[in-house]
C-alpha cells in the first residue's frame, strides 16, 4: 500500500500539461527575431519579484520594433505553472 502512496504521489507531481495559443496578430511583415518572456508560479505564488512575461520585455531582449505575432505557451503542473510569451517580428 506505501508504494501504491508513493507512485501516486510521484505520477502527480510529475504530471503536465502545455498550452500554446495565439494572443495576437498585426499586418506586419513576419520578421526572423524572436524574443521570449517568462515567469513562474509555484504553489500559487509568483517566483520572483522582478518576474515579468509581458510582450514589451519580450520585444525589448530580442530588439524587435515591428511586432508581426505573439504566442503563449502555458506550462502546468500540480505545484508550478510557466507562463511564456514569445514575440515575433523585425
Not at 509555484?42 to 520585444?59: E, H, P, Q, V
Request: proline letters at 2%; glycine letters at 8%; charged letters at 15%.
Amino acid at each position: 500500500m506505501k508504494k501504491l502512496f508513493y507512485a501516486a504521489l510521484c505520477c502527480g507531481l510529475l504530471a503536465s500539461c502545455s498550452i500554446s495559443k495565439p494572443i495576437t496578430a498585426t499586418s506586419n511583415p513576419t520578421g526572423n527575431k524572436c524574443g521570449e518572456s517568462s515567469y513562474t508560479i509555484w504553489l500559487g505564488f509568483i517566483g520572483s519579484a522582478n518576474a515579468d512575461g509581458s510582450i514589451n520585455t519580450a520585444a525589448k531582449k530580442a530588439g524587435i520594433s515591428r511586432i508581426s505575432h505573439v504566442d503563449q505557451n502555458v506550462k502546468n503542473c500540480l505545484i508550478f505553472k510557466k507562463y511564456i510569451t514569445r514575440v515575433y517580428g523585425e
